[in-house]
């Protein structure tokens, strides 16, 4: 029987990134992943292969040659069963692999709501981490019109930008309010789908969908308003569910979400098996509840803690809770969010103070390119610790979005940002005397001292 | 008598972000600026306006705007004199002003070395800020072919690239081996170099200039080793000096390098005199030395700590030494540096381990306009705590840069970023598993760790 000293299952970011930490901390240990496909797909990038990367080909990870020059096995199979006792995995091939630690990076696969009559005909799709799946239904999208977005988050509204600059007619539909109603305070999501309409997407909110007609092959969609909408092909992107059957199977604990127990060291309840990324139960750093946030960015973190501490735990390396930093963007606009939106602290019990300042994103404005810049902050009102922040921006829109991660992280107060220190450049950041992280901290101060 | 409660000298970056500043904080006190011109210039723009926004119309500092919002008095005028005895500034125009409290941001003005023979002939100039003097400076370049910058500092570099973009042939020429030679260490400065060479600068380091020629108007500058460069221009970008006639003349204290005296919370010996920005004396946050870095960043971090303690200290709102955080660019490629090189920081006597990692700043690398990204964190061995960073990317470096300051300003160590979760996004950031601040820290850990 094959032997290794690590195995990890899976190999999208989290895989990838748990292997070579784990070789990298333990050079002398063996360390060999197990996934499904050749080519895996750099997961963010999936919705950018309709258009501007053009191809999945265009998206590959190179995580062969990272597995080659940090010293990791490769297999290419699938996982079957975990036999816990006897710690062996089992393969589809009748492989069977012996470890000393066990890795669960599984993944996640997209939602098909239960109750949505249609969503077996032809012509509707969804958006699976899966090189052959994406190939062939870029290949049938070719010959479509009109396609309808179901569900407005982070994947359906990059998707419903990029098919539009594909050529076709897209109709983005969502229940909510707004696209990105979740991850957004009402204000910035109105600016995300305001941008999103100015390049030709048709939006649809506060409707949900009742059914996907057709016959044989989609035709439109029911909303629940009556509208029916004409469409050649639809994509569903309304969220994605753990894959834990393999957990599950080995008699591992899983969350209320279903997603896999860990701690904070992201160790299952067996000390030998951790589980990372979409697979594994996340807890938001700030609520302490349960998060439903799936990022690869996340899984990275999750998988680098895993990776130090498989063999002897590190105090001060664990993973605290999810922050969900995230950013995307529409064109030259970026919108970016960490940590808690107003709302949600509201939502969530807290009595925050927020500052906003909107300001441009090189100095002077004149300059080509300059771009609006707009900051948000969320503070808690008695401890003035930055619980969240908004980002609307340009292109540097995710570096500031992940200055934002980092204040909340470290629980950096208001006072922590008001006596920064930044650097700026004319062509690079906004001014020195309107810097709008900055800018917006001077708000919520003048609020906490009641001067505004 | 004309009295006011605060009475901020000068409006560049220091002196707005004071007085906007010390109103907010103080609604109810008046506060007056006295600024020698109508229209202040944006500093760090100063370089642009040769070709990018092409006048210094385009690049004004919104200061009356910002006062006019804020209640903040403006007298034009020039301060020529202070009696501490009687808290009295007395102005060129004979008009007297009352204050209680007195904030120094006199600036700097461009160095000409006493040595230097020909710096008197026409058409050698300086970069001081100053509308009058570049308006007329660049109508006279217009019409000068070969101009030849001293002097390869951050001016020096931005002002060769941009008047190469007017169309001029320039020739930069720097004594130290380097272009940038004090900012970065040496291959990032190569870096530099390089770029500035590919877009059409001839560069002449390790060189130093003896003496300018010329009859009446400037013909060339002779090099200490003989070399005779042809020049209808000279542009002198040396360094600069604070301006303290003032404050001499007013008694207070000035440092070795002739700046003004202050402690951290920027007070002068006179505990009703602050002192901000380029005229104020710097310490270095790391080494506690006296530091020549000159920032308007820098100026304005010290601007708003002197606002808010000007009438009551705030013991968490001080500034704690200069990080020195700045970026330029060079076309789409920037450059950034916060805290100490390798070069500074071993000469200073620390104990350094770096880690470097170079990336791409958009993932998939294949996504149009994708920038490699290097970073190089220089790590104080017994502490495992940032000292400093460096980064060469796209036009994200300023704002990654800036996240780079704020884990040095917070005396955050490497295991604080392994740790970090950071959000990534294709057309935004690098790879959540290549991120390459997270991966420069791998690095040092794992050199810590005897691994490599």
Redesign the interface.
Known sequence: MRSTDVLVIGSS?AG??AA??AK??N?DKVVTVVRLEEATL?P??IP?VFS??ETTD????PSGK?FENAGVELVIGRATAIDRERKVCSLESGEEMQYDKLVLATGSSPVIPGWLKGAELDNVFTVPKNKVYLDAMQEKLADCANIIVIGAGFIGVELSDELKAAGHNVTLVERLPHVLALAFDEDIAIRAEDTLKSRGVTVRTGVGVKEIQGNGSVTGVLLENGDVLEADAVVLSVGYSPNTELAVQAGLAVDQRGAIDVDEYMRTDDPDIFAVGDCAGKTDFVTRKPSPVM???????EA??AG?NLFKLSV?????G??S?????LGDT?F?V?GLTETRAKEEGFDVVTGMFEGVDK??G???GAHKQMVKLIVGRESNVILGGEVVGG?????????I???I??R?DV??I????????????A???G?PL?KAA?MVS?KS?G?I
Chains 1, 2 share one sequence.
């Open positions: 970011a990838l990134v070579v930490t990298t901390v050079p750099v963010c990038g950018y501007t990367v265009n998206n590959i990870m990272m990022l690869a960015s996340t899984a990275c973190a680098r803690t130090i001060i390396k664990t993973f605290s999810t922050i930093i995230f950013a995307t963007a970026g970016g960490a100095h002077p004149t300059l080509p292109l540097s829109t995710g570096e500031l979005t992940n200055l991660g980092f204040i992280q470290n950096m006072n922590a008001l006596s920064a220190q930044i650097g700026t450049h004319p062509l690079l950041t001014s020195p005397a810097y900055l001077g003048k001292l001067l």
